[in-house]
């Protein structure tokens, strides 16, 4: 899953990008509105922590013109403790949730998952597939009642096959969604990672990781 960070204070921006990484999410960031909503524009990010306070374009403004333009992404906004219209601004606008400043790491991700957890084949925070069953709360699988140990990436590529479950998905999707942004998409980066990822899952599961040739992969 992929998310997007708008911060303009560079610790908090770092603090977040680092923690969210070591959960497993694929992140990127801004430090300004202007900067933020151009790559809102040009990514698909499945989530966007926007600050309110920013430079050049402030959180609202960011908000209002992603909708605007049709963007459905889930939007988590972060508020000054005292600017409690600009929450009530910022929910109207069509942002999903809000944070108040300081918040903890831990209730951000409760928050984060919570936005993330929309899809049809999700129970609470558990991903299932049968016996296989996806925990991002605590980022782990167990399949049949065996834990499988999969590095952040093999794990971010499972969640995003398991969230799609039946559709084909291109290379080009999974670098989208479960990698960073400076990653060089002509590499075979996806394909790598799909062949540890079969290895490490027992036969059943592995095969029904189609390789869907000219196009991408499918979870069927
Ligand atoms: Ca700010």
């Not at 794990?155 to 096959?161: F, S, T």
């Not at 999707?173 to 002509?186: A, G, K, N, P, Q």
Request: proline residues 3%.
């Amino acid at each position: 899953m992929k998310i997007l960070i708008v911060e303009d204070e560079p610790k908090l921006n770092a603090g977040l990008v680092t923690g969210l990484q070591n959960r497993g999410y694929a992140v990127d960031f801004a430090f300004d509105g202007e900067e933020g909503e151009k790559m809102a524009r040009m990514n698909e990010y499945d989530l966007i922590v926007l600050d309110i306070m920013l430079p050049k374009r402030d959180g609202l403004e960011v908000c209002r013109s992603l909708r605007a333009n049709g963007q459905q992404v889930p939007v988590l906004f972060l508020t000054a403790r005292d600017a409690i219209e600009d929450k009530i601004i910022g929910l109207n606008l069509g942002g999903d949730d809000y944070l108040v400043k300081p918040f903890s790491f831990d209730e951000l991700v409760a928050r984060i998952r919570a936005l993330l957890r929309r899809s049809p084949q999700t129970v609470g925070d558990i991903l299932s597939m049968d016996g296989l069953k996806l925990d991002t709360r605590s980022q782990t699988v167990i399949v049949n009642g065996r834990a499988i140990d999969l590095t952040l990436r093999e794990y971010g590529l499972l969640e995003y096959l398991l969230r799609n479950q039946g559709a084909v998905v291109t290379r080009e999707e999974i670098l989208t969604h479960v990698w960073d942004r400076f990653y060089d998409s002509l590499s075979n980066v996806v394909d790598v990672h799909l062949k540890n990822l079969r290895k490490k899952l027992p036969a059943a599961y592995a095969k029904r990781i189609e390789t869907v040739w000219g196009k991408g992969y499918r979870l069927i």
